[in-house]
T-cell receptor
Framework: GAVVSQHPSRVICKSGTSVKIECRSL??????MFWYRQFPKKSLMLMAT?????????EQGVEKDKFLINHASLTLSTLTVTSAHPEDSSFYIC????????????FGPGTRLTVT | DAKTTQPTSMDCAEGRAANLPCNHS???????VYWYRQIHSQGPQYIIH???NNETNEMASLIITEDRKSSTLILPHATLRDTAVYYC????????????FGSGTRLSIRP
């Protein structure tokens, strides 16, 4: 199956700093990618849709100025958590649909962010 | 998106078939049913999807009722590595539709 990677897998940062998370589709092109966050023992919550070459679409309640998304190429989307605070500590996961393959999506392994 | 309903948790003995039900009574005629699972601290993994006919792949079988209002995911010989949260999802018409996750079913495989 298709492979989606994320980098870094784990990151610890200090409160007030910004953190960038990368999501790459390794063997296919993705004009659309999705970003999720997941708190312990909770389900995944969709944050935004990343669109190659255009602005991201954010879900209701997600601050676009805090979670900056850039989809500069057909294989890379980045999520930057700006001015991170401890409450931003979470598991961040991206996904990408592989067109022409029945619509299934492929998920990255996730990035564990801890803000101290 | 059609809403889905799944049991919160289930357990199954290792080596036995695990049957995970899902209700999707508001599904529309052309909407697919997808199943994903998430093993602890990993990203979700695609399992299988179907429209009307039953489907089988190397991971599982998907049985969809004739009225399409419910389906069952079958893991034929469950192993300890199948312990995960299983999500039944009806994402809509577009092949690139965003996936909204519900609570899923937490499946525990006991030795």
């Amino acid at each position: 199956g298709a492979v989606v990677s994320q980098h870094p897998s784990r990151v610890i940062c200090k409160s007030g700093t910004s953190v960038k998370i990368e999501c790459r589709s390794l063997d296919f092109q993705a004009t659309t990618m999705f970003w999720y966050r997941q708190f312990p023992k909770k389900s995944l919550m969709l944050m935004a849709t990343s669109n190659e070459g255009s602005k991201a679409t954010y879900e209701q309640g997600v601050e676009k100025d805090k979670f900056l998304i850039n989809h500069a190429s057909l294989t890379l989307s980045t999520l930057t958590v700006t001015s991170a605070h401890p409450e931003d500590s979470s598991f961040y996961i991206c996904s990408a649909p592989q067109r022409g393959q029945g619509g299934e999506q492929y998920f990255g392994p996730g990035t564990r962010l801890t803000v101290t | 998106d059609a809403k889905t309903t799944q049991p919160t948790s289930m357990d199954c003995a290792e080596g036995r078939a695990a049957n995970l039900p899902c209700n999707h009574s508001t599904i529309s005629g052309n909407e697919y049913v997808y199943w994903y699972r998430q093993i602890h601290s990993q990203g979700p993994q695609y399992i299988i999807h179907g429209l009307k006919n039953n489907e089988t792949n190397e991971m599982a079988s998907l049985i969809i009722t004739e009225d399409r209002k419910s389906s069952t995911l079958i893991l034929p010989h469950a192993t300890l590595r199948d312990t995960a949260v299983y999500y039944c999802i009806v994402p809509g018409y577009s092949s690139a539709s965003k996936i909204i996750f519900g609570s899923g079913t937490r499946l525990s495989i006991r030795p």
